[in-house]
């Protein structure tokens, strides 16, 4: 993007900048900038956030649109008693609600880990109920639709090891473009 599509402004110690989203361009959407927050060392390191002017398009809005919106932005520091990070303030549209970029990704990933470890103790249970009933293999496969859509997993168990040709029959027949993103798990 042109630096006529992108703006800073600075608060203290932060480095606001401001940038056209791509969305507004490729997509038609009401205008919006996407915000980075950072400081000297790391533009980027505080996180993003995206702010809208509905009544603007790609054709309508200006230069000065840019900075004004960036100028509506607000932070704050941590919500987190023991952060001394900056945060966007939770007023803005954004699923951080006043934590700074650090403290979410720790949190969110601590409930990824957490959601992971419950999903791998399913499937062990699963997995240990399947080798009773004669199942030596598990595919663990992607499903890519061929008539588009989202990708999902499937789980397919087998009482001797398939060869390539038998998996690809397998997510072929569940519709799948894609025949080759699984991996075999031995039970």
Known sequence: MSNAKTKTRKIGNVILTGEVSP?????NTPFQIQVQMGSEKDLRSGGNITIQDKALNNDTYTEM?????????????????????????????????????????????AEIAAEQKKEDAKIARRDKQMKRKGMVVRVE?????????????????????????EIETALRDKGSEVLNDYRVVTL
Request: net charge negative.
């Open 23 to 27: 969305c507004v361009w490729m997509y």
């Open 65 to 109: 649109d840019i900075v004004r919106l960036l100028a509506t932005v607000r932070i704050q520091k941590c919500k987190n008693a023991d952060c001394h990070n900056n945060a966007f303030h939770p007023d803005h549209d954004s699923n951080r609600e006043g934590e700074c970029e650090q403290c979410f990704i720790t949190k969110l990933n």
């Open 141 to 165: 496969a992607w499903v890519h639709p061929e008539e588009g859509g989202d990708d999902y997993m499937v789980d397919i168990y087998y009482s001797s090891k398939p060869n390539p040709a």
